[in-house]
């Protein structure tokens, strides 16, 4: 069973950092591509980022374009997402996902439980 445990969520301030990491237990990781989704309190859960299973194509939510980076280490079985002058709207829970490359949360089978970002002023 495929398993992904995202890490480095918390608190971050308007304007600064954080980086999200999700570690995908599976020898085949490699063939997955990545997705990062998040949902704030209220709202439906969103797409934000997308990586091909070799890190050669990205794609990225408007609202975070130029902002956030997501990256892939297969060696490591673990996708990154970098976020950049976090905004508090930025504020929501995030989910990592594998599966078929797209902005469609449809086409990914497994995901992780979440973890918490929360941006203050």
């Known amino acids: 069973q495929v398993q992904l445990v995202e890490s480095g969520g918390g608190f971050g301030q308007a304007g600064g950092s954080l980086s999200l990491s999700c570690s995908v237990s599976?020898?085949?990781?490699?063939?997955?591509?990545m997705g990062w989704f998040r949902q704030a309190p209220g709202k439906e859960r969103e797409f934000v980022a997308a990586?091909?299973?070799?890190?050669?194509?990205?794609e990225y939510a408007d609202f975070v374009k130029g902002r956030f980076a997501i990256s892939r280490d297969n060696a490591k079985n673990t996708v990154y997402l970098q976020m950049n002058s976090l905004k508090l709207e930025d504020t929501a829970v995030y989910y990592c996902?594998?599966?078929?490359?797209?902005?469609?949360?449809?086409?990914?089978?497994?995901w992780g439980q979440g973890t918490q970002v929360t941006v203050s002023s």
């Open positions: 996902a594998g599966g078929t490359y797209g902005r469609a949360s449809s086409g990914y089978t497994h």
């Open positions: 599976r020898r085949t990781f490699g063939g997955y591509s």
């Open positions: 990586i091909s299973w070799n890190g050669g194509d990205t």
